[in-house]
Every structure is written in C-alpha cells, then in structure tokens.
C-alpha cells in the first residue's frame, strides 16, 4: 500500500509483484494523480483525509509510504490512520542519509519531518503498530543517471567536493526496493529499527574514474567544498527553493558528514540479516552511463 507512481514508488511495486512472497496489494493515490500504474492492482484514490484512510487501511497488514518529500507531514495522518485501522508495520518514506543520526536536520533541515515521523511511529508501538526506517544514502544509479547529485553525463561534467575521497554509501533504485520486500518478509528482524541498505560505498574519486573509463574521455572537473553547498542549499532553503535547497544541502552531508553518509558496517549486518547480495560498482556505473547515452539518440 503506498503512492506507488513516484519515482520509487513504481520499483517498489515491481519488487513485490515479483516478490516469492505472495503479497495483496494496493496502491493509494490523489484524486488528481496523473501517475501510471499496472494493471490488476487495485487503486484507491484518496483525499488523505483519516476517514477516508481508516476505511482503506482496514484488514491490512502494512503500509509502505513513498510519498514526496514537500509532502511528508501528509504522513502523520496516515500513520494515524493506519495506527487506528490494526495495520502491523508502518514503512515511512525515508529512504536517504541516516536520519537516526540526532544531526542529520544541521546538515539537512528537511530530515526533521522525517525525524518527527519516528517520533509520530515510537507512540504507536503500544497500540500495536510496529515500524522500519530503511536508511540507503544516496539515490546512486539515479543520482548519476538524472546528473542531479553533480554527475553530468551528457556534457562530460562534475562537480567534486572536499578531496573526492571520502566514502559514502548510495543504493540503486532496485536495491531499495529489495530492502522494503526483505524487510516485510522478515518482521520479526525488522521490527521497531533502521534497516540499513546499499547498494556501494565509495568515493567521488572511484565514480569519475569509472565515468570516465565507460565515456573514453576525461571529464572537466569543478572542485567545490561541501560547507559551501550547505550554506548554498540553506540559502536557497529561505529563498523557498525546496528543490535545490534540498539537493544542495544533501550534497554537503553526502559528501562531508560520514556519520550521515558512510554506514558501512550496519549496511554490512542488514546485508547478512536480510541475504541482500553485493552489487558490482563498475557495473552500476556502465548501466547508468548506457542508459542516458541512449536517451541521447
Ligand atoms: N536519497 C536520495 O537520493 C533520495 C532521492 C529522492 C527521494 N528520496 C526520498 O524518497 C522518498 C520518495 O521520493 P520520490 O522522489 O519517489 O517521491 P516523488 O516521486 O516526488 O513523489 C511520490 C508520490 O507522492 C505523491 N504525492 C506528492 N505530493 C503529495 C501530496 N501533497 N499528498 C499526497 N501524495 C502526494 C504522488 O503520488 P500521486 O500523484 O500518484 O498521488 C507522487 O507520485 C522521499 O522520502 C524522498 O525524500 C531520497
């Protein structure tokens, strides 16, 4: 159950379709959704108004949100509702740096309604209502691919910050994907936590090699350091820029807060946990590359 026309909400779906798992499932959407969604789900369209919530919610067992980031306090009231209607476990729609991390909303102001929302799940356990954030970094093979997170493939450009040798860890779409599927067939393991997925830990350095190996030409590089895209995405944060007050401010804890950024060892132990397969770096990267080459044509 979820907003599944986003751009993760569609993997999400898919996962769960193909899931051995045999999962009922559902999708919420607005009543002015222009998403498009596969045939034989059942979809509920709704105002996101409780009533209208507790009636789709009830007799299900989860709710998994990917709901859009300048819409995240929509989801207290359907965690409310969910809550209310006897659903186990609530998936919010987190699924970037570690917001467990007090610091995250210094670095990145919008992790605070993302923090507020474990507040909202912590005083439903007792009702019954369990809960799983499921922390990934970055977006890595759409933040290449799309050219937002400073990669720009078609005109052989990037931006990079500090010495491009710290580590982060990102996962691809498909892997976030596999993480929210792992983790409702394991609910036990899974219960009242921050799961952990990636799909890579890197570094700057490593991807523009890659980039460069699967393009055939060096790139022009833009050095930057990562306080001044905080202080450039808190800026445009005022200036009511959500989008790029968002992608700036992100760049700057990917980049230049580890304890945000670099979760390797938990990334490790839910790797294990959940029986999530290692991903192959140099193979991510010539997908991504292929991929917006043929865009091109
Ligand atoms: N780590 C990263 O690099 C990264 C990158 C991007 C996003 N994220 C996170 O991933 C999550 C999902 O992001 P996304 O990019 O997939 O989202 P999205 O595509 O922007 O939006 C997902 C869906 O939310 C629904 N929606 C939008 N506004 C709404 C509103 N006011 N009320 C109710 N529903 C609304 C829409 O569904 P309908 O139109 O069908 O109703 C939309 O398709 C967010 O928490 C975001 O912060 C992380």
């Known amino acids: 159950m979820q907003q599944a026309g986003g751009n993760l909400g569609s993997y999400v ?3 769960l379709r193909e ?3 045999a999962f009922n499932i559902s999708i919420l959407a607005r009543q002015s959704s222009t998403s498009k969604f596969p045939s034989g789900i059942l979809v509920h369209r709704t105002d996101y108004s409780k009533e209208s919530l507790l009636a789709i919610f009830k007799g299900q067992d989860a709710v998994v949100s990917t709901i859009a980031t300048d819409s995240l306090a929509v989801q207290q009231t359907i965690i409310d509702a969910a809550a209310e ?3 186990k476990r609530f998936i919010p729609s987190e699924y970037g740096i570690d917001t467990s991390n007090s610091t995250a909303p210094d670095y990145v102001p919008d992790t605070k309604l993302k923090q507020d929302v474990h ?3 912590r005083t439903k356990e007792s009702l019954g209502m369990s809960w799983t954030a499921i922390i990934v970094g970055v977006w890595f093979d759409w933040g290449i691919g799309t050219g937002i997170m400073s990669w720009d493939i078609p005109n052989r450009k990037a931006v990079i910050y500090n010495t491009g040798d710290e580590h982060y860890c990102g996962a691809n779409l498909e892997r976030i994907a596999e993480g929210i599927v792992k983790t409702l067939q394991r609910p036990e393991e899974t219960k009242n936590q921050f799961v ?3 799909s890579h830990r890197t570094t700057q350095n490593e991807v523009i090699a890659l980039l ?12 930057a350091r990562t306080e001044e895209a905080t202080a450039k995405g808190k800026r445009l944060l005022k200036e009511g820029d959500d989008l790029f007050g968002l992608v700036y401010t992100v760049l700057g804890a990917l980049y230049g807060v580890p ?3 670099d979760f390797e060892e938990k990334a490790q132990y839910w790797s294990k946990k959940l029986d999530i397969e290692k991903e192959d770096l140099e193979e991510t990267v010539r997908r991504v590359v292929e991929e917006v080459e043929a865009r091109k044509q």
Do not use: M, N, P
């Open 85 to 87: 209607a006897g659903v």
């Open 212 to 223: 460069e190996k699967f393009t055939g030409v060096k790139w022009e590089i833009e050095k």
């Open 19 to 21: 899931a051995d798992t």
């Open 259 to 261: 304890s945000l950024s």
């Open 119 to 121: 507040a909202r799940l």
């Open 13 to 15: 779906v898919s996962a």
């Open 196 to 198: 952990y997925v990636r």
